[in-house]
């Protein structure tokens, strides 16, 4: 189902950047000029007002930055050569060093008015969290859940809770979480300098889980805040379904995740159910006749390993919480 057409005339109204802005709320973005429209005006409705916008045009050639700039020029663009998913995000990430919380938002969501306030509120009360997650609803289903934060599990799969379900109330209580979809998310400054940015090898998929890793390694968790809802179409830039381009990625950073940021002891401990969890990744491979991509996933996942495994020397040695802990955590649903 296509996204809903940007239609000619004014602009969004948004805030101008100032002096004291809260909060930076970053998008990045590639040929999705008909799919912002829709999240700047719910930009522009929001309750909280101390935020600035920017966007992050990763080498679109659909006139993107000239559109920005003729309908909305409160919004800063910054525009860059194609440089893939997480390099945007990172770039993202640097634009909103002046701000003590930065919002990473997709171009395919719309904000309900009170988000940006719930999610700014929760950080304020919870100086613990490193992050914080809205609620995501199906943009056009919204009867139905599209992510209630992000999970790991010990069959080394990451994916977001309750996706795909019927919203009965299951997911309404405020509570620390594993991590937050990339998609949408809130983080504190303080624990992005602590955490490192997302890692660009990872190319696109799961490096929100990766960070989530590290960042619960450093001791920083992650506030789930249900009053914040964001409703999310999904797969608007990367294609709808499980591609060939998302099997690989999913499949190969995976191990990357594990291979960087789990302790060694937890490792041994779930053997088995990593195990499992191949074997699970293995089986839908030989079903759906990609078995040539998992092998090239697994292939270019053992040819980086000397430096993941350089990387898991630094993260290891710099984790604020012992082993224990971590798995308490993540056993945390």
């Given amino acids: 189902m296509s996204a809903p057409a940007a239609h000619e005339g004014e602009g969004p109204q948004l805030p101008a950047a ?6 930076t709320v970053a998008i990045a973005t590639y040929n999705g000029r008909e799919l912002l429209e829709g999240v700047l005006r719910s930009l522009a409705a929001q309750s909280f007002r101390g935020f600035r916008v920017v966007v992050v045009d990763d080498g679109s050639s659909d006139g993107t930055a000239e559109w920005l700039s003729a309908r909305c020029p409160a919004v800063e663009v910054v525009v860059q050569p194609n440089s893939g998913v997480t390099a945007a995000l990172n770039s993202c ?3 909103a060093r002046d701000t003590e919380l930065v ?3 997709n171009n395919d969501i719309e904000l309900a008015p009170d988000c940006l306030q719930e999610l700014v509120s929760a950080m304020a009360e919870h100086p613990e969290a490193g992050s914080a997650s809205p609620k995501l ?6 009867e139905l859940i599209d992510g209630a934060g992000d999970v790991l599990t ?3 799969h990451g994916h977001r809770r309750g996706h795909g379900e019927r919203d009965r109330g299951q997911y309404e209580e405020p509570q620390e979480i594993f991590g937050p979809c990339g998609g949408a998310a809130v983080y504190r400054r303080t624990a992005l300098d602590a955490v490192g940015e997302l890692d660009t090898d990872f190319h696109a998929l799961f490096e929100d889980v990766d960070w989530a890793l590290r960042a619960q390694l450093a001791g920083l968790g992650c506030r789930y805040v249900p009053a914040a809802v964001v409703y999310h179409m999904g797969s608007a830039t990367l294609g709808p379904g499980l591609t060939d381009f998302t099997r690989y990625h999913l499949w190969r950073n995976a191990v990357w ?3 960087k940021g789990m302790p060694s002891s937890l490792l041994l401990r779930h053997a088995h159910q990593l195990l499992g969890g191949q074997l699970v990744n293995v089986a ?3 079903k759906d006749r990609k078995l040539h991509i998992f092998w090239r996933a ?5 040819a980086a390993m000397p430096r993941m495994l350089a990387r898991r020397r630094q993260i290891q040695g710099a984790r604020r919480i012992g082993p224990r802990e971590l798995e308490l955590r993540l056993n945390r649903r």
């Avoid at 100032?18 to 909060?23: C, E, T």
């Avoid at 609803?137 to 919204?142: N, Q």
């Avoid at 697994?298 to 053992?302: M, N, S, Y």
């Fill in 18 to 23: 100032r002096p004291g802005n809260a909060l």
């Fill in 93 to 95: 990430l640097r634009v």
């Fill in 257 to 259: 995740v594990l291979a």
């Fill in 284 to 286: 839908v491979a030989l």
């Fill in 103 to 105: 919002g990473l938002f």
């Fill in 154 to 156: 010990w069959a080394g």
């Fill in 298 to 302: 697994w292939r270019d996942a053992l």
């Fill in 137 to 142: 609803l199906d943009f056009h289903r919204r």
